[in-house]
Nanobody
Framework: QAQLVESGGGLVQSGASLRLSCAAS????????MGWFRQAPGKEREFVAS????????YYADSVKGRFSISREKVGNTIYLQMNSLKPEDTAVYYC????????????WGQGTQVTVSS
């Protein structure tokens, strides 16, 4: 069964950088897009960044533009989220997601990785 596994979260100070990774655990998955969402305590899950698999077009939430960057490996389903100039408001559980071919929306989710930014 296809599964996404995130890694790279942690506790950092404001202004620091982190890189999150996400990989498919059961071989290559055919996808339209992959991306990252996050959920802070008491808030709804929100979009952070995504990448279309064909063409590589990227999208970012306004709150992270210029600070975060999504990228992928050339082979397989590994993606990254490079997070620079982190702020306390970036504190959240970050989820990797994929929209598989045939799905109308993101339909595969990882278990999440905690990112905590202290002031």
């Amino acid at each position: 069964q296809a599964q996404l596994v995130e890694s790279g979260g942690g506790l950092v100070q404001s202004g620091a950088s982190l890189r999150l990774s996400c990989a498919a655990s059961a071989g290559t998955i055919a996808v339209y897009a992959m991306g990252w969402f996050r959920q802070a305590p008491g808030k709804e899950r929100e979009f952070v960044a995504s990448m279309r698999w064909s063409g590589g077009t990227t999208y970012y939430a306004d709150s992270v533009k210029g600070r975060f960057s999504i990228s992928r490996e050339k082979v397989g389903n590994t993606i990254y989220l490079q997070m620079n100039s982190l702020k306390p408001e970036d504190t959240a559980v970050y989820y990797c997601t994929a929209q598989r071919v045939g799905a109308r929306q993101y339909d595969l989710w990882g278990q999440g990785t905690q990112v905590t930014v202290s002031s």
